[in-house]
């Protein structure tokens, strides 16, 4: 069965510093994979996908993140954290066929000034 | 603006009441998904419609229903509502011309419902 395991409900990190949010999936076929971000009283916005062509996937707001199929990873980076990317960030797998996401249980980021 | 309507933002009802959460998902969009998101259970998937049908049910109570009309639009009911049932109630759709997930999501922005 699909599942998905992000690794710290919380991570902190200073302003300026490099931001790393780990996600790990299990799928039995080549997955799709995505990151949102939810800031505070708000919904779920998209900030990249990985559909199976480039492995490093470009997103909104400087963030990327790379599909790693042998380490069954999707890692999101941003190089260099700003005070407005404090957030929850939540991972989430397809394997194409299915109807519905499979969430990871999320991770807020406090970034410290 | 992400394209989904929800309304209202916020409801505030008394236990044993009834509500209606509705949703305008984006224009073309033929799938809507209903979650519930509190601080103790996260994000909880309830329930998909697809092109007015339902498509798959999730931790969706038997006190809450949901459906989808022709013109795409969707009503959650909630009722017999208890102090449990507080949370951010959110709708979102998917471009997928089949209605699998693949495509991903896009999100309203919510509706949060306090039972008192």
């Known amino acids: 069965a699909q599942s998905v395991t992000q690794l710290g409900s919380h991570v902190s990190v200073s302003e300026g510093a490099l931001v790393l949010l780990r996600c790990n999936y299990s799928s039995s076929v080549p997955p799709y994979l995505f990151w949102y971000v939810q800031y505070p009283n708000q919904g779920l916005q998209l900030l990249l996908k990985?559909?199976?062509?480039a492995t490093l996937v470009k997103g909104i707001n400087g963030f990327e993140a790379e599909f790693k199929k042998s380490e069954t990873s999707f890692h999101l980076t941003k190089p260099s954290a700003h005070m407005s990317d404090a957030a929850e960030y939540f991972c989430?797998?397809?394997?194409?066929?299915?109807?519905?996401?499979?969430w990871g249980a999320g991770t807020k980021l406090i970034i410290k000034p | 603006d992400s394209g989904v309507t929800q309304t209202p933002k916020h409801l505030i009802t008394a236990t044993g009441q009834r509500v209606t959460l509705r949703c305008s998902p984006r224009?073309?969009?033929?799938?809507v998904y209903w979650y519930q998101q509190s601080l103790d259970q996260g994000l909880q998937f309830l329930i998909q419609?697809?092109?007015?049908?339902?498509?798959a049910k999730g931790n969706i109570l038997e006190r809450f229903s949901a459906q989808q009309f022709p013109d795409l639009h969707s009503e959650l009911n909630l009722s017999s509502l208890e102090l449990g049932d507080s949370a951010l109630y959110f709708c979102a759709s998917s471009e997928s011309g089949t209605g699998r997930a693949n495509y991903g999501y896009t999100f309203g922005s919510g509706t949060r419902l306090t039972v008192v």
């Open positions: 419609y697809y092109n007015g049908e339902e498509r």
């Open positions: 990985y559909t199976s062509a």
């Open positions: 989430a797998v397809s394997e194409g066929s299915n109807y519905q996401l499979i």
């Open positions: 224009s073309g969009d033929l799938s």
